[in-house]
């Protein structure tokens, strides 16, 4: 499971690098709650 975590982390700093900031921690967020 930590894998899977792990590899969420890394896909979040990719995308919020992308998108320009911390806007795609809002839906990164959601998943885990």
Do not use: E, H, R
């Not at 792990?6 to 709650?33: E, K, R, W």
């Amino acid at each position: 499971m930590k894998i899977l975590i792990d590899l969420y982390v890394q896909f979040f700093i990719i995308g919020s690098t992308a998108f320009g900031g911390g806007y795609a921690v809002l839906p990164l967020i959601n998943s885990f709650v």
